[in-house]
Nanobody
């Protein structure tokens, strides 16, 4: 059963914008925080952004000012807004849900920044 579904990835030119979405299944209970991670080829997966159940947000220092995380509770969806993208933002972006019991991962969505 697919519980986190990312969408919105694709090819974007440097300097452009992209918004990723993560649809969260209602079968995941008691989520305490939602994350976006990314993994570039040959690199470790890294935390990009987090939004807690209370609405507090945190963005990786290197991405502050360009990326933002938000959510729409009515739609059970978390977003990652990516602005002024750079080639080094190319990666597979993953949605991650944290509960008291376990974490859940989405299948990832590819973002490619290239002219």
């Amino acid at each position: 059963q697919v519980q986190l579904v990312e969408s919105g990835g694709g090819l974007v030119q440097p300097g452009g914008s992209l918004r990723l979405s993560c649809a969260v299944s209602k079968t995941i209970f008691a989520i305490t925080a939602m994350d976006w991670y990314r993994q570039a080829p040959g690199k470790q997966r890294e935390l990009v952004a987090r939004i807690t159940n209370g609405g507090m947000t945190n963005i990786a220092d290197s991405l502050k000012g360009r990326f933002t995380i938000s959510r729409d509770n009515a739609k059970n969806t978390v977003y990652l807004q990516m602005n002024t993208v750079k080639p080094e933002d190319t990666a597979v972006y993953y949605c991650h849900a944290i509960t008291a019991i376990r974490g859940y991962w989405g299948q990832g969505t590819q973002v490619t920044v290239s002219s």
